[in-house]
Structure formats: C-alpha cells, structure tokens
C-alpha cells in the first residue's frame, strides 16, 4: 500500500523558510520521478516542483524558481522542498506525489500558512 506522508510545514512570517519532507512507503520510489504540489483554499492543486529519480533533473515553476529547491534521498525514501523568501501568496497544503502520470493517493499534506 503507498504511503506518502508529508510533513514540516508551519506558521512562518514573509521572507522566511521551511523545508518540507516527504516520506514515501509502497513502491520503488527510487525509480520514481516526484514532485510537490500545492492546493491554496478555493483553488486547484498545482505543481510546485519535481525531481526525476536520480535526482539529475528537476522542475520548478517559473514563479517559483530561486526561492524553492526540491532534492531527495532515495536511500531513505525521502523527497524534500527547501522553501525560501516564503510569500503569503505561498499559503497552502502541500502535498508530494508522483511528477507526473496518475497520482498515488494523496497523503495528508502539510499546511503552510506565511503571514505577519
């Protein structure tokens, strides 16, 4: 059975950082290109970022790059989301899964809030 369960997100003021992990349980996730997702109230969930398995490439979206860095450990199934210069616009549940294809079931995600 998969299992992704994120976690580190928080309460943080503008212009300050987290760094979100993902641990991931139920396939071979070292052959497995991932990526984070966000869903802020009353709206779709997007991609944020993803990485493919052997962590050579990755992806971000254009508003966020430079602020945000996805990187992973495949010997601890574990994918992470540095996030940097956080904006109140970055408010949401953040969620890991598969980069692309048909999704997992989604974990629970993490809540980030950024505000003052």
């Known amino acids: 059975q998969v299992q992704l369960v994120e976690s580190g997100g928080g309460l943080v003021h503008p212009g300050g950082s987290l760094n979100l992990s993902c641990t991931a349980s139920g396939f071979i996730f070292s052959l497995q290109d991932m990526g984070w997702f966000r869903q802020a109230l009353g709206k779709e969930r997007e991609l944020v970022a993803g990485?493919?398995?052997?962590?050579?490439?990755?992806y971000y979206t254009d508003s966020l790059k430079g602020r945000f860095t996805i990187s992973r450990n495949n010997a601890e199934n574990l994918v992470t989301l540095q996030m940097n210069s956080l904006k109140p616009a970055d408010t949401a549940i953040y969620y890991c899964n598969k980069w692309v294809g048909v999704p997992f079931d989604w974990g629970q995600g993490t809540q980030v809030i950024v505000s003052s």
């Open positions: 990485i493919s398995w052997t962590g050579y490439n990755t």
